[in-house]
């Protein structure tokens, strides 16, 4: 079993891979390529994930043509993690509004579709949307292997319903979410520490926290299926049949059944 968590960076897209050790001991052959790296666009993500059993990633999957409601699943999320980590859930653009050129243009598309203009952070992770919603469209088996998450919502849940206290990118946010890494995984630290040590110049330590959580969140979902959770509970499709939600893993604090889950090396 293989399962892979990726999140958006300066160098395109990292990667986190993790692998059951238990069901595919090491030994000659067993590893491919290190555990994590940086691909430049998702299409060579899905290359490397060929034989992943699941794929979480942090961007918007499944979107609207227009409307004036947000995605169920932005809403959902927002009101879940509450206060000051609410506003890391960036509303997904209308479909139509990736093909703009510009940010002028599509703020202005934005307008006309939904009623409301289009956040400059949305704008900037609008290429990252389109690849993988022109994958997804174009390869729709891939659908249900391919699934969205919110790093927040996931240490949100990892921490027992609870949002982080802290911002991410400060030093108490780091040491908070990587307490939970340490918890749900005995390998964390060396893991992390690796991504840390071979992809810095591509990704930030941010980005490695992030990919490293919907990791593990993965693992969890594989190993445990009954740990699945979405929000929200009952997705709406778009008008392509893929899913609008956000996964994440219920249930226990430890998740033993993903100890021997360790990084492919």
Same mark, same amino acid.
């Given at each position: 079993?293989?399962? =892979?968590?990726?999140?958006?960076?300066?160098?395109?897209?990292?990667?986190?891979?993790?692998?059951?050790?238990?069901?595919?001991?090491?030994?000659?052959?067993a590893?491919?390529?290190?555990?994590?790296w940086?691909?430049?666009?998702?299409? *060579?993500?899905? &290359?490397?994930?060929? *034989?992943? *059993? +699941?794929?979480?990633?942090?961007?918007?999957?499944?979107?609207?043509?227009?409307?004036?409601?947000?995605?169920?699943?932005?809403a959902?999320?927002?009101r879940?993690?509450?206060g000051?980590?609410? @506003?890391? &859930? #960036?509303?997904a653009?209308?479909?139509?509004?990736?093909? /703009?050129?510009?940010?002028?243009? $599509?703020? $202005? +598309?934005?307008?006309?579709?939904?009623?409301?203009?289009?956040s400059?952070?949305s704008?900037?992770?609008?290429?990252?949307?389109?690849?993988?919603?022109?994958?997804?469209?174009?390869?729709?088996?891939?659908?249900?292997?391919?699934?969205?998450?919110?790093?927040?919502?996931?240490?949100h849940?990892?921490?027992?319903?609870?949002?982080?206290?802290?911002?991410?990118?400060?030093?108490?946010? #780091?040491?908070?979410? #990587?307490?939970?890494?340490? !918890?749900?995984h005995?390998?964390?630290?060396? =893991?992390?520490?690796s =991504?840390?040590?071979?992809?810095g110049? @591509?990704? @930030?330590?941010?980005?490695?926290?992030?990919?490293l959580?919907?990791?593990?969140?993965? $693992? &969890?979902?594989?190993?445990?299926p009954?740990?699945?959770?979405?929000?929200?509970?009952?997705? !709406?499709? *778009?008008?392509?049949?893929i899913?609008?939600?956000m996964?994440?893993?219920?249930?226990? /604090?430890?998740?033993?059944?993903?100890?021997d889950?360790?990084?492919? @090396?």
């Amino acid at each position: 079993m293989r399962v =892979i968590g990726v999140d958006g960076c300066r160098g395109g897209w990292i990667c986190v891979a993790l692998e059951d050790r238990a069901v595919r001991p090491e030994g000659p052959g067993a590893g491919r390529e290190r555990g994590h790296w940086v691909s430049r666009d998702f299409a *060579d993500v899905m &290359v490397r994930a060929t *034989d992943a *059993d +699941l794929v979480l990633v942090d961007i918007p999957i499944g979107l609207l043509e227009g409307g004036p409601g947000p995605r169920g699943p932005d809403a959902e999320a927002r009101r879940l993690l509450q206060g000051k980590r609410a @506003s890391s &859930v #960036f509303p997904a653009p209308a479909r139509p509004v990736l093909r /703009a050129r510009d940010y002028a243009t $599509a703020n $202005a +598309l934005s307008r006309e579709l939904t009623g409301k203009g289009l956040s400059k952070q949305s704008w900037m992770i609008a290429p990252k949307i389109r690849e993988v919603d022109e994958l997804l469209r174009t390869r729709p088996e891939l659908i249900g292997r391919v699934r969205e998450v919110h790093p927040e919502v996931c240490f949100h849940a990892f921490a027992g319903g609870r949002s982080m206290a802290h911002n991410k990118k400060t030093a108490d946010g #780091f040491a908070e979410r #990587f307490r939970l890494l340490a !918890a749900r995984h005995p390998r964390a630290e060396p =893991i992390l520490g690796s =991504i840390l040590l071979w992809q810095g110049r @591509s990704a @930030s330590r941010d980005d490695a926290v992030d990919a490293l959580v919907a990791a593990l969140t993965a $693992a &969890v979902l594989v190993a445990e299926p009954a740990a699945l959770r979405t929000l929200p509970p009952e997705p !709406a499709r *778009d008008a392509h049949g893929i899913p609008m939600e956000m996964v994440y893993a219920g249930g226990t /604090a430890s998740n033993p059944s993903i100890a021997d889950w360790n990084c492919v @090396s």
